[in-house]
Each structure stands twice: as structure tokens, then as C-alpha cells.
Nanobody, 125 residues
Framework: QVQLVESGGGLVQAGASLRLSCVTS????????MGWFRQAPGKEREFVAA??????????YYADSVKGRFVLSTDNAKNTVYLQMNTLSPEDTAVYYC????????????????WGQGTQVTVSS
């Protein structure tokens, strides 16, 4: 059983940065595909970033809305996935979730088997 625990959320002003962490336990998260999603009040959960692992190596993908501002990275020794978020705007306000074990398309939340509890990110203008 894989367990995911996010941390690093908080309240920041527009233009600031935050780094979210997702620590996995129970089983190694590789070759599980890892993803970050977010959900704002009244909106559906949306894809943010994903790390996929395959025979040809690893790949990282980003939603257009965060490309160039967010960076996903991994530390296998610590079983941790990070989401560095720069130049935050109020539109980034949401609960951010870490997910693992995608069985389908990396940007489809329904394909992920394991989820963390989420961490709140609030960006004030």
C-alpha cells in the first residue's frame, strides 16, 4: 500500500514562491507515475504536473497554466516528489494534491490509484 503525505502549502502574496513536498511510504514510488493536481473552490480537480517513468527513461509534463513557473523534481533517496512554484498568482489558489500509480494518461486524475490528503495554497493579490 502506498501512502502519500503533502506539505509546504501556505498563504503567500502574489509573486512569491512555495515548494510543496510529497513523501511516499509503503512502497517505492518508482515505477509508479507521480502527479500533482489542484482543486479550487467550486472547480474540478485539474492537472498541474506529472513525472512519468518508462523504458526509455523519465519525462516531466506541465499544464500550460503553470509551464515556465512550476518545476517538478524528485529525490528517490528520500522517496519525495517536490513541486517548486514560482511567480504565484491568485489564480493558483487551490488545494494541491499529490498522486501516484497512474494506469493511464498522466493528466487524467481518474487514472491515479493513490492520493495524498492535500495541502492548501492561498495566494493573495
Amino acid at each position: 500500500q502506498v501512502q502519500l503525505v503533502e506539505s509546504g502549502g501556505g498563504l503567500v502574496q502574489a509573486g512569491a514562491s512555495l515548494r510543496l513536498s510529497c513523501v511516499t511510504s509503503g512502497r517505492t514510488f518508482t515505477p509508479y507515475d507521480m502527479g500533482w493536481f489542484r482543486q479550487a473552490p467550486g472547480k474540478e480537480r485539474e492537472f498541474v504536473a506529472a513525472y512519468t517513468w518508462g523504458w526509455s527513461g523519465s519525462s516531466t509534463y506541465y499544464a500550460d497554466s503553470v509551464k515556465g513557473r512550476f518545476v517538478l523534481s524528485t529525490d528517490n533517496a528520500k522517496n519525495t516528489v517536490y513541486l517548486q512554484m514560482n511567480t504565484l498568482s491568485p489564480e493558483d489558489t487551490a488545494v494541491y494534491y499529490c498522486a501516484a500509480g497512474a494506469s493511464g494518461k498522466y493528466d487524467n486524475s481518474q487514472t491515479y490509484k493513490y492520493w495524498g490528503q492535500g495541502t492548501q495554497v492561498t495566494v493573495s493579490s
